[in-house]
């Protein structure tokens, strides 16, 4: 079968990307609120057209995604990070497959989503509600499949209510990431056997971030 390695590079960086914000929350307090965004709006994209229409449409919404799933396809020099990283990743992508695996709370994720969908047509919720509300479904159904991730930085920050909404949140996109990853043919062996046809995809979007300035 011939796999569709633009989609699963896709994917990869939209799973990347929520890791570097979670990284970056965890470490500043703060990360890039138009990527954080773009994250938001991916778990609210239930029904996409396209892999790329989960990001918005738009290549440059997976910048830092991008950037990161390079950095750890060639083995960055920066190994803490990096290690931590691939922590993240790795828990989120057990955790999709937990979730895939619980039809009841699959389920309810999918109402519950649903749900929030509806009611920010009516409602037309402000980012950062949406944020607080994406962190409840994060605590009301992934918490409970168990494999909580454990998250590295300031104890300080890591304390701050907001923070701690925004890394949820960041999860829960993370995760949709993985399922699209799923979707699309993702798997770890991809990882090992397939590192360089990924590796080239996201290479050539890299490339175009310099060339569109």
């Known amino acids: 079968m011939i796999k569709n390695f633009y989609s699963i590079m896709l994917s990869l960086s939209g799973i990347c990307q929520s890791v570097f914000f979670v990284h970056q929350l965890s470490q500043t307090g703060t990360c890039n609120e138009d990527g954080l965004k773009v994250s938001v709006n991916s778990i609210l994209k239930i029904n996409p ?123 829960l996109a993370g995760i949709r990431s993985a399922v699209l990853w799923r979707q699309v043919g993702g798997n770890f062996f991809q990882l090992i056997f397939c590192r360089n046809q990924i590796y080239n995809q996201a290479n050539n979007v890299f490339k175009k971030f310099f060339f569109d300035h």
């Open 49 to 171: 057209e396209t892999t790329l229409s989960v990001y918005g449409n738009s290549e440059k919404n997976l910048k830092s995604g991008v950037e990161t799933l390079l950095s750890l396809l060639k083995y960055s020099n920066n190994y803490n990070i990096s290690h931590v990283m691939l922590r993240y990743i790795f828990h989120i992508i057990i955790l999709e497959k937990k979730l895939k695996k619980n039809v009841f709370y699959r389920k309810i994720l999918f109402k519950k989503i649903s749900m929030l969908i509806e009611r920010n047509v009516n409602f037309s919720y402000s980012h950062d509600t949406l944020v607080d509300l994406l962190s409840v479904i994060y605590l009301d159904v992934i918490s409970k499949l168990g494999s909580r991730i454990q998250i590295f930085g300031s104890q300080k920050i890591l304390k701050n209510i907001s923070v701690q909404n925004k890394i949820r949140c960041t999860l």
